[in-house]
């Protein structure tokens, strides 16, 4: 009897299995953050996963773009980069009087008014046929009607794509690039070189050259875009080189037409790359000032819901 309870026993054993393991869901991602009252939240879309380009990611923004982005929560992200590209434009433009100022009312101005003379004659007397025709290719790359056409075309394909910041980018940096250029030269007032000139008088003063900074914007901003999204090195390299080539070559143009200053054209790299870093600002506090709000979107039903059980 015995021995038949010890073999019901093992046969019994040999047939028993475990259950099955069930491995645990995996727990839902948290994003940690290091401010704010809920600094672990459940992630939630991403600037770049919602179809935003990686130039306008919140994550790469900087100390500036978080501080506004914070404070400007509340707000919607369009009035944000309004406000934001607003107050840039404003500040660029007191830089640029302040360039325009010591170049041409200072201690300073005899001798830059004297060098930028000497250029200018020394580009009239070595002019040539074939360095004009190549000068009028370079004014037409940053001519209005150019400017606004590659504008028009790649914030049209980035909008077509969803790319909502980077297009608003670009836009965001003419506009900083315009106003500033307009408030500069209104108050400055620099009169053109006193040479034959190969275009039109237009008719804003010398300082700054709106050619080359509106070219600055537009080419170098292009290329920001494309490296944001192209990670190969046969894109971006030829990229970084004929970008910074274009505004140069505008630049250079400009002066061999009799149409600006040397100085003109130095001062007009501050304007363009004021435009840019301004533009970046806005879209960057944009981006923060969205994902706060997202934030506040999911954090409000689990703090009610705790609440709920805690009653």
């Known amino acids: 009897m015995a021995a038949d309870l010890g073999m019901a026993a093992l046969s019994g054993r040999g047939r028993s299995r475990r259950p099955p393991t069930v491995s645990p869901s995996p727990a839902p991602v948290l ?6 009252p809920a600094p672990c939240l459940r992630s939630v879309p991403s600037v770049k ?18 501080t506004i982005g914070e404070n400007l929560r509340a707000w919607p992200p369009p009035a944000v980069a309004a406000t934001t590209s607003v107050a840039g434009s404003i500040l660029l433009a007191v830089v640029m009087v302040a360039i325009g100022l010591v170049i041409t009312r200072s201690f300073l101005s005899p001798r830059i008014v004297g060098w930028d003379g000497s250029v200018e004659r020394w580009v009239e007397v070595h002019r040539t046929a ?7 290719v370079g004014s037409i790359l940053a001519g209005a009607g150019t400017i606004l056409l590659v504008a028009g075309i790649a914030i049209g394909v980035l909008l077509i794509r969803r790319l909502w910041y980077d ?31 190969l275009n039109s008088l237009p008719a804003t003063s010398s300082f700054p050259s709106g050619h080359t900074g509106a070219a600055i914007v537009i080419y170098i901003g292009l290329a920001l875009l494309i490296s944001s999204h192209v990670r190969r090195s046969a894109v971006r390299i030829p990229t970084w080189i004929v970008a910074p080539l274009l505004p140069i070559y505008v630049g250079v143009s400009r002066v061999y037409r009799g149409m600006h200053h040397p100085t003109d054209v130095m001062a007009s790299v501050v304007l363009g790359v004021g435009a840019l870093c301004f533009a970046l600002l806005a879209v960057h506090a944009a981006a923060v000032a969205a994902d706060r709000r997202r934030d506040r ?13 805690r009653t």
């Open 31 to 36: 994003r940690c953050r290091g401010r704010g």
């Open 49 to 66: 996963d919602r179809g935003m380009g990686s130039v306008a990611n919140a994550e790469h923004a900087g100390e500036p773009s978080r």
């Open 130 to 136: 074939t360095l004009n025709t190549w000068s009028d």
């Open 167 to 197: 297009a608003a980018f670009l836009g965001i940096g003419l506009f900083i690039e315009f106003t500033a250029f307009l408030a500069t030269e209104a108050l400055i007032d620099r009169p053109h070189p006193a040479i034959v000139r």
């Open 297 to 309: 979107r999911v954090e409000t039903p689990r703090l009610r819901e705790r609440s709920e059980v």
